[in-house]
């Protein structure tokens, strides 16, 4: 079976009856959405929180039961992708433009459970995916040029001719670093500038990382050896 799906299926063995879900958006989310639909169509009974509009409308179309971040101030567990996952667990995401939405779930989530291929695993964050950086429209010049004082090569996310519009009405900016040698610390840095909503560096997030195989899928938990 394909990775991300070994590593979504592997991911319903974490969920119990009665939980608030944080829903994670991108390819292996949706994976999960669908395997976790054929669940509670079988009988669980979960409540899901989506991350975004598509996984939203997914959710709803599979008939999982949702609710909101007003409703709930808790969330039992995020199951969600990511674009690089390090030793310590420490995470990009944004690829798929949902960053601002998955961090505040993350927030308040007890667990995070990441579902990876091992394409996703480094040694170093940034080895391979930019950081994305949503920002607020009127700052998104000034804040380019703030990220290549801070030695980025940055690039406004498109979709299509025009700029990526995340659901929260604001750009992308994909900031690439040489080297991050201190992911929390750029983390902070980055979101001090002026016009920054959010960025894609996860730090001390996630407890969980499920890598699929084309075989199966191993759970490697916080704090495990190995
Ligand atoms: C969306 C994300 C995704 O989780 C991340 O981009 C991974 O996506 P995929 O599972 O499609 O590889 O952060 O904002």
Excluded: W
């Amino acid at each position: 079976m394909n990775p991300k799906e070994n590593a979504a299926r592997k991911a319903l063995e974490l969920i119990q009856s009665g939980m608030i879900l944080g829903l994670g958006t991108g390819s292996t989310a949706e994976r999960f959405v669908r395997a976790l639909a054929e669940e509670v169509a079988k009988g669980l009974t979960v409540v899901g929180i989506p991350s975004s509009k598509e996984t939203e409308e997914l959710a709803i179309s599979l008939g999982i039961p949702l609710s909101t971040l007003e409703e709930h101030g808790k969330v039992d567990l995020t199951v969600d992708g990511a674009d690089e996952v390090d030793p310590s667990f420490n995470l990009i995401k944004g690829l798929g433009g949902a960053l601002v939405r998955e961090k505040i779930l993350a927030s308040v989530s007890r667990g995070m459970a990441v579902i990876v291929d091992s394409s996703k695993l480094t040694d170093r964050l940034g080895s391979r995916s930019p950081v994305p950086v949503e920002v607020i429209p009127y700052g998104v010049a000034p804040c380019r040029r703030k990220l290549e004082e801070m030695g980025a090569s940055v690039a406004l996310r498109l979709a299509g001719s025009a700029p990526f519009v995340t659901d929260n009405g604001n750009q992308v900016l994909d900031a690439r670093f040489k080297q991050i040698p201190d992911p929390a610390g750029l983390e902070s840095q980055i979101n001090d500038i002026p016009g920054v909503v959010g960025n894609g560096l996860f730090i001390g997030m996630a407890d969980t990382v499920i890598v699929g195989t084309e075989e199966g899928a191993t759970v490697k938990r916080k704090g495990d050896r190995g």
